[in-house]
């Protein structure tokens, strides 16, 4: 794994400023170095700790070809998000998080079904019967959908891994993954794992991977979002299929033909 973060990288680009006294949270305070003209000044330091750590996370999640979902509804980041989650095929919400896309996951499925049958049935034409007005109205429909839903249109099931970008501004979707960890818990099946870059104004305690850092600056974002999205990629170009059943009984019967057979003699007859 090659992604890391740099601490004098952070400082240039000022990381380190918190929010003021009054808005840092008694448990945003364990990654606090000092306050300085009233403002909280950041441990970057701890930052780089924690970002790294997140890091290795994601790499191991790519490496096993797990779900990733970003949400970045910030507006400052939106753009940055949705040009590297499109290009390299990662799930993505940037426009706004929708209400129960986690506990009413089914339903929402729904919609991206119904976005996905409508491209489908304008790329084959399907449509062209359509009256023109009637047309017209299903396609504004779809549209306001697909603003929505753009970047989760093969999202089939739920993903394993949430990246929130502000965990303070993504507190909808904080609250559902709690949810859906606590009954994955009770279901002892396996839980999804959250990361989230937050400031001093947000808990660390909410979050499983928590990245404490200036979260209002956007080439802070840029520089802390890249790397935690390199490193999933990284590990997902060393994911190795798992072979089918098909598959691994070809290779069984081809050991055994391998060990039941005679090796080819390579001595000269005269």
């Known amino acids: 794994m090659k992604t ?7 400082f240039e680009l000022g990381g380190h400023f ?14 606090v170095y000092k306050i300085q003209n009233d403002v909280a000044i950041i441990d970057l330091f701890q930052t780089k700790t924690l970002a790294d750590t997140a890091v290795k996370a994601l790499f191991d999640a790519g490496k096993q070809n797990k779900e990733l979902l970003v949400v970045a509804t910030k507006k400052n980041i939106q753009n940055f998000v949705k ?8 799930h993505y919400i940037t426009e706004k998080w929708v209400g129960g896309f986690f506990t009413n996951f089914e339903e929402i499925k729904k919609n991206v079904d119904r976005i996905n049958t409508f491209k489908a ?15 017209n109205k299903l396609e504004k429909e779809i549209n306001k959908l697909l603003r929505v839903y753009e970047g989760v249109l093969t999202l089939t ?36 794992f959250t990361i989230g870059v937050l400031d001093t ?13 200036n979260d209002d600056t956007p080439p802070v974002l840029e520089y802390v979002v890249g790397a935690l999205l390199q490193g999933f990629l990284e590990g997902r170009k060393q994911y190795i ?30």
């Open 4 to 10: 890391t973060i740099e601490v004098e990288k952070l």
């Open 18 to 31: 918190g929010h003021k006294r009054g808005r840092t949270t008694p448990k945003a305070k364990t990654y």
């Open 83 to 90: 040009d590297i989650a499109a290009k390299e095929k990662i």
């Open 121 to 135: 049935d304008m790329a084959s034409g399907n449509l062209n019967s359509m009256i023109k007005h009637e047309r």
């Open 157 to 192: 099931r739920m993903p394993d891994v949430v990246l929130m970008v502000d965990v303070r501004k993504e507190k909808n979707a904080l609250n559902e993954s709690r949810k859906i960890q606590e009954a994955q818990t009770l279901q002892e099946k396996k839980a999804l």
């Open 201 to 213: 104004n947000a808990n660390p305690q909410e979050v499983d991977y928590p990245i404490m850092v």
């Open 241 to 270: 299929p798992e072979l089918t059943q098909q598959e691994k009984e070809a290779k069984k019967l081809e050991a055994k033909a391998k060990k039941n057979g005679k090796p080819r003699s390579t001595q000269k007859t005269t």
